[in-house]
């Protein structure tokens, strides 16, 4: 019994809960749980392109209906939500600059497929008087509106994140503690994105 509170088992007892106090006020725990809220933050990115992937088939099937003449366009609302959901994503693609800008293209490209679309529509009153049509197509603005809260909020966790591991003491523990701790990708404005599509009647 003595041998277990011994003056030198004491100090090693409080040498270390002194240590770990220390270690979590200068926060060693910051480049993970910032690197969590980015990924979490990233899920949620993703969780909304797929909503918008999901409504697609049944806007493409209700415009087809109505408009048969437009195939074209509808054509390339189809082929561009195929490739944006041919693109795997994981964990890794949020440090992989190159995975990370081809997810954010073909986006992009769906985003304009779809918006030639919907300016299509205009040329069909009887569409866009469509009960199905008008909800579907209110489900997608949310979604889009979604997609950009996700995004900004992405944007947010990343730039917390990156800043940790750039500067000091974040970028000190990280190289001591989390040696595998790599900057985030985020999002940019798509080449064009500030001029509307083209739209020919």
């Given at each position: ?45 993703q ?5 918008r ?38 964990a ?15 986006q ?14 205009e ?24 997609i ?54």
């Amino acid at each position: 019994m003595t041998a277990l509170l011994s003056p030198a088992r004491i100090r090693m007892a409080l040498t270390g809960l002194i240590l770990a106090f220390g270690l979590s006020a200068c926060g060693i725990n910051n480049v993970p749980t910032l690197e969590e809220q980015a990924k979490a933050a990233w899920s949620e990115v993703q969780n909304q392109y797929q909503r918008r992937a999901d409504l697609i088939p049944n806007l493409v099937e209700t415009v087809k209906g109505f408009a048969q003449q437009e195939r074209e366009v509808l054509t390339q609302v189809t082929e561009a939500r195929a490739r944006a959901t041919q693109i795997q994503v994981d964990a890794s693609t949020v440090t992989d600059p190159e995975k990370f800008r081809q997810y954010q293209e073909a986006q992009s490209q769906l985003s304009g497929a779809l918006g030639r679309l919907l300016a299509t529509v205009e040329r069909y009153p009887e569409l866009k008087s469509n009960a199905n049509f008008l909800a579907l197509q209110s489900q997608l603005e949310g979604t889009e509106n979604r997609i950009a809260v996700a995004r900004r909020d992405y944007i947010s966790a990343v730039q917390s994140y990156n800043t940790e591991l750039r500067t000091v003491p974040g970028r000190w523990v990280a190289s001591i503690v989390y040696p595998d701790a790599k900057p985030m990708e985020t999002f940019t404005a798509t080449a064009g994105s500030d001029r509307p599509p083209p739209v020919k009647f």
